[in-house]
């Protein structure tokens, strides 16, 4: 929860409040005659902020984020194109799932190498 201080605190006690907010990570609110002014958090969480206020201003990023979460919600999750794009392509799985797979091969009971050892 948010320490509030009027403006007045703020002035005398800034130091300690900035120590506050940037070492103890508290939230201050301050007022000016009882209504609240601004706030002073963490600089990290403030860019955070920021960054998270950016995506939703961007139509574009809010439409492909809003299309994620549906497909997570829907379990649908598929690489982006351009990820996809840059991982070669491996083609099918052979039919055959045993096919050029390096375990040994029991022939009469009995396993040997190639080299009749």
């Known amino acids: 929860m948010a320490k ?23 939230h201050v609110l301050v007022t000016r005659n009882g209504t609240p002014a601004a706030a002073l958090v963490p600089i990290d969480e403030y860019e955070a902020l920021e960054e998270t206020a950016e995506v939703l201003s961007d139509p574009d990023a809010l ?36 096919h050029g797979s390096f375990l040994p091969v029991a022939h009469g009971g009995s396993c040997s190498s190639s080299t009749g050892r």
Do not use: M, Y
């Open 63 to 98: 439409t492909a984020l809003e299309a994620g979460l549906g497909e997570i919600a829907r379990d649908e999750r598929s690489p982006s194109p351009s990820f996809a794009a840059s991982w070669p392509s491996v083609g099918p799985p052979p039919a055959d799932p045993w």
């Open 4 to 26: 509030t201080v009027p403006v007045r605190e703020l002035r005398s006690n800034l130091s300690r409040l900035l120590d506050d907010v940037s070492k103890r990570r508290d």
